[in-house]
T-cell receptor, first 113, second 112 residues
Framework: EAGVTQSPRYAVLQEGQAVSFWCDPISGHDTLYWYQQPRDQGPQLLVY????????NSQLPSDRFSAVRPKGTNSTLKIQSAKQGDTATYLC???????????FGPGTRLTVL | GEQVEQRPPHLSVREGDSAFITCTYT??????FFWYKQEPGASLQLLMK?????EINEGQGFTVLLNKKDKRLSLNLTAAHPGDSAAYFC???????????FGKGTVLLVSP
């Protein structure tokens, strides 16, 4: 069974540029999560979906970040105008139901110059 | 919300020694707990999920102890080897919001 896949693996931007990250969860997993992992820190939840619905986006910087999961499968996280403070690895994870193990993708390492 | 403190931030041991990592959490309603391993440049690999209180769970080469009374979770890598060198993260699952709160991680280095 394929794991969580993400693309791109790396991105380098100038401040003010936009970028999108794509995630394909494990087949059949109804819950999808986006995390931000700054260097040398643990992952911090940005937003999560159950099917196509946003369940919690309270940690998403809403003025510049957006996330969608229109058909309840793949998801896209977009940063509209990147800042140097956004430099981090962006991880996607999926799970089946509440309380279940979350399986992580390889991440996208973003550098904003 | 839940807060998870993980110690130590860095740990260096020799091959064959034990490596002990501890996490404390604040929310008594947290029910599930996880340990993840992250090798350099790689994603997080699930080591173990625990939810029973005060129980030792044994994995391959490691032991996990959860003490809900003290709100403490620990990971003990017994007889560590260089392949165990990685960052280790604990996480607590918030039962109300279906969210994981991670500790800041422990970078373990096992030298031959």
């Amino acid at each position: 069974e394929a794991g969580v896949t993400q693309s791109p693996r790396y991105a380098v931007l100038q401040e003010g540029q936009a970028v999108s990250f794509w995630c394909d969860p494990i087949s059949g997993h109804d819950t999808l999560y986006w995390y931000q992992q700054p260097r040398d820190q643990g992952p911090q939840l940005l937003v999560y979906f159950r099917d196509e619905a946003v369940i919690d986006n309270s940690q998403l910087p809403s003025d510049r970040f957006s996330a969608v999961r229109p058909k309840g499968t793949n998801s896209t996280l977009k940063i509209q105008s990147a800042k140097q403070g956004d430099t981090a690895t962006y991880l996607c994870a999926s799970s089946l139901g509440r309380g279940d193990e979350q399986y992580f993708g390889p991440g996208t390492r973003l550098t904003v110059l | 919300g839940e807060q998870v403190e993980q110690r130590p931030p860095h740990l260096s041991v020799r091959e064959g020694d034990s490596a002990f990592i501890t996490c404390t959490y604040t929310d008594p309603n947290s029910y599930y707990f996880f340990w993840y391993k992250q090798e350099p440049g790689a994603s997080l690999q699930l080591l173990m999920k625990v939810f029973s209180s005060t129980e030792i769970n044994e994995g391959q080469g490691f032991t996990v102890l959860l003490n809900k009374k003290d709100k403490r979770l620990s990971l003990n890598l017994t007889a560590a080897h260089p392949g165990d060198s990685a960052a280790y993260f604990c996480a607590a699952h918030d039962s109300g919001y279906n969210k994981l709160t991670f500790g800041k991680g422990t970078v373990l280095l096992v030298s031959p």
